[in-house]
Each structure stands twice: as structure tokens, then as C-alpha cells.
């Protein structure tokens, strides 16, 4: 199906950069891309150790709490 200006909807979209939201001076080379993620894989590994850890520190607190509880109410 050919449209008003004689290209085709496929060969349109064929001819379309595949980084269309980029510009050319904001491409990144795949070295840089590369880091980029390794940086954002990290982070996200160590927001979810923090937040594992918090739980952890929570849990000791509690557990420490809940023995002092028993042994003055038994008298241990």
C-alpha cells in the first residue's frame, strides 16, 4: 500500500534510525552503554541489601526485646 508521498509504510520504517528519541550527539558508544547498566545493576543490588539488611537489624531487635520480655516476666 503506497502512501500520498510514493513510499511504503514498511520502507518508511526501515529508513528510521533505530535510536529515533536520541539525538546523534547523545548516543552512547556500546562501551558506555555498557557501564552505564553494570552502574544501575549495582545500585539496585545495593538498594535491595540495604533494604535486607534493615529487615535483618528489625528481626534482632525484636528478637533481643522478646528474651529480655521473658526472662523478666519468668523471672529467668
Same mark, same amino acid.
Given at each position: +500500500?503506497? #502512501?500520498?508521498?510514493?513510499?511504503?509504510?514498511?520502507?518508511?520504517?526501515?529508513?528510521?534510525?533505530? *535510536? #529515533? +528519541?536520541?539525538?546523534? #550527539?547523545?548516543? %552512547?558508544?556500546?562501551?558506555?552503554?555498557?557501564?552505564?547498566?553494570? /552502574?544501575?545493576?549495582?545500585?539496585? /543490588?545495593?538498594? =535491595? =541489601?540495604?533494604?535486607?539488611? *534493615?529487615?535483618? &537489624?528489625?528481626? %534482632?531487635? =525484636? #528478637? @533481643?526485646? %522478646?528474651?529480655?520480655?521473658? +526472662? &523478666?516476666? @519468668? *523471672?529467668?
Amino acid at each position: +500500500m503506497k #502512501s500520498e508521498d510514493g513510499f511504503s509504510r514498511t520502507s518508511r520504517r526501515k529508513e528510521e534510525p533505530r *535510536n #529515533s +528519541m536520541q539525538e546523534p #550527539s547523545e548516543q %552512547l558508544s556500546r562501551a558506555q552503554v555498557r557501564k552505564f547498566r553494570q /552502574k544501575e545493576a549495582e545500585e539496585e /543490588k545495593r538498594r =535491595l =541489601l540495604g533494604r535486607k539488611l *534493615n529487615w535483618t &537489624i528489625l528481626f %534482632l531487635v =525484636l #528478637s @533481643i526485646v %522478646l528474651v529480655y520480655c521473658f +526472662m &523478666i516476666f @519468668i *523471672n529467668f
